[in-house]
């Protein structure tokens, strides 16, 4: 996922994506545990998407602080 597209999603959309993520997360966190992981670059993958979403988040609640 590019930085682009999460700052073209709408607040709804954040807070959608983010939560399939880290399902997602959670899933691959008992793959790994249990030796079934296939894909592990993708829990990387996930996590980076996570922090962006979340970054995004946090720059729109500060903007909208300063806007008050």
Same mark, same amino acid.
């Given at each position: /996922? ?5 700052? @073209? /999603? $709408?607040?709804? *959309? ?9 399902? +997602? *997360?959670?899933?691959?966190?008992? =793959?790994? @545990?249990? !030796? =079934? /992981?296939?894909? $592990?670059?993708?829990? !990387? =993958? ?7 979403? =979340? $970054?995004? *988040? $946090?720059?729109?609640?500060? *903007? +909208?602080?300063? !806007?008050?």
């Amino acid at each position: /996922m590019k930085p682009v597209d999460v700052r @073209a /999603m $709408t607040e709804d *959309q954040l807070k959608d994506t983010l939560l399939k993520l880290k399902e +997602e *997360q959670f899933k691959l966190r008992f =793959q790994q @545990a249990s !030796g =079934q /992981m296939e894909n $592990t670059a993708r829990y !990387g =993958q996930i996590r980076r998407d996570i922090a962006r979403i =979340q $970054t995004v *988040q $946090t720059e729109r609640n500060s *903007q +909208e602080e300063q !806007g008050s």
